[in-house]
């Protein structure tokens, strides 16, 4: 029988710890079968952030480093300018990078290091109990606005993405989400160019992903799916950002 689908080599035989209808599972397993598919995975070092995927080093069989909250994008530009002949990315939550590390972000994209950002986007800080993260939505209740994000107490919505659309070394960021198949798809497409844009030299480049916590917005998955597509997306529309390649 012709086989259709099988786990990428660059994933460990282990059973992620996400919850049901988290989207961290579905963006592993996307940038784990880029990795195998540009063959680079001897040559692969990951950065995982503190948040949910604190432990991805459980999961990619790549080499993997560690980096306080906020700092994997300095982490990386270490690792990466130490070792040019590398392929390094950075996995973040949005109160990785786009809250703690925002400094750390802004100037390494600027810089231009030649580092790979997978930005996961849910909207909330996921591992520590759904607090109001830089990217929650204007109305969006959290466990610190249960009644809901209002701008005028609490701040508009961070769309960090196109604030990099202005760094002038940042070479590609796109945002995608991971809803449905054709998303799913089409992010796959944006992390494998994300990749290639470094192998190429090019500079900076970023894909954004806005991914589903069922737990923490109380929400079926089936639902938090489509209250990306219907909510989220109004303030984070998915496109291309910046490409100069
Ligand atoms: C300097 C610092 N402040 C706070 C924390 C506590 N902390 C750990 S994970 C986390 C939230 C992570 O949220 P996010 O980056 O959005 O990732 P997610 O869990 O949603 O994937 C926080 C606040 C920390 N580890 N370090
Ligand atoms: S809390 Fe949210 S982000 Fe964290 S594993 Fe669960 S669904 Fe995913």
Redesign the pocket.
Known sequence: MKKVFERPKSLKPAVFHYCPGCG?SIIHRLVAEVIDELGIQERCIGVP??????LAYNYFDVDMGEA???RATAVATGIKRVLPDRVVFTY??????A??GTAETVHAANRGERITAIF?N?A?????GG?M?PTTITGQATTTSPGGRVPLRDGYPVDLSQMLQTAAGAAYIERCAVTNPKNINHAKKAIRKAFQVQLDDLGFSMVEILSP?PTNWKMSSVDASKWVDEEMTKFFPLKVIRDVT
């Open positions: 961290h952030p503190a948040g949910c995927a604190v306080p909250h906020g973040q939550g949005d109160g990785d990078i809250a703690i996961v849910n909330v800080y996921g591992m520590t607090q993260a916590c």
